[in-house]
């Protein structure tokens, strides 16, 4: 089941995300990123165990953005991506956000469910802000998309 987040999944989900960052997957995160934004998380559980993570984190005016979606590979394919996707716009048109977007190397998937790509310069508040504190910036190979809800 998707449900939010808790204190008590920030473990789960830093294995579960650095273990796809290990891959070149997805960018790590730290710890203490990951408690400090607890809040933006939610979690697909199955048997008491996180299998999926997600978060949709508000980054300007009406502009949020998905991060760190990932499902461990024994639970791939059984659409729990999905699943954490789609709960993550509808808590987005909850909160009145009109555009969300997403840094990925997976933007096939993404495309599936009516993102489109764009250039990374239509998202000037997220380069701005956080990927100045990339280890990758400004070389990143992220694909940027985006959906108007």
């Known amino acids: 089941m998707v449900r939010k987040a808790n204190i008590n999944d920030i473990k789960d989900i830093h294995k579960l995300v650095n273990h796809f960052a290990g891959r070149n997957k997805m960018l790590a995160r730290s710890l203490s990123e990951l408690y400090g934004t607890a809040r933006d998380f939610l979690v697909y559980e199955s048997k008491g165990k996180v299998c999926g993570c997600c978060a ?11 991060k760190s979606l990932a499902v461990w590979e024994s639970s791939q394919n059984e659409g729990i991506g999905r ?17 969300v977007f997403a840094l990925t190397y997976e933007a096939g998937f993404f495309r599936k ?37």
Request: hydrophobic letters at 40%; aromatic letters at 8%.
């Open 56 to 66: 949709l984190h508000l980054d300007w005016e009406s502009l949020a953005e998905i």
């Open 83 to 99: 699943r954490l996707l789609k709960a993550s716009l509808k808590e987005a048109k909850k909160l009145a956000i009109t555009r």
């Open 113 to 149: 469910y009516g993102f489109r790509e764009v250039n990374k310069s239509e998202l000037p508040h997220k380069i701005w802000s956080e990927c100045l504190k990339c280890p990758k910036f400004p070389d990143c190979d992220e694909a940027a998309l985006v959906i108007d809800l």
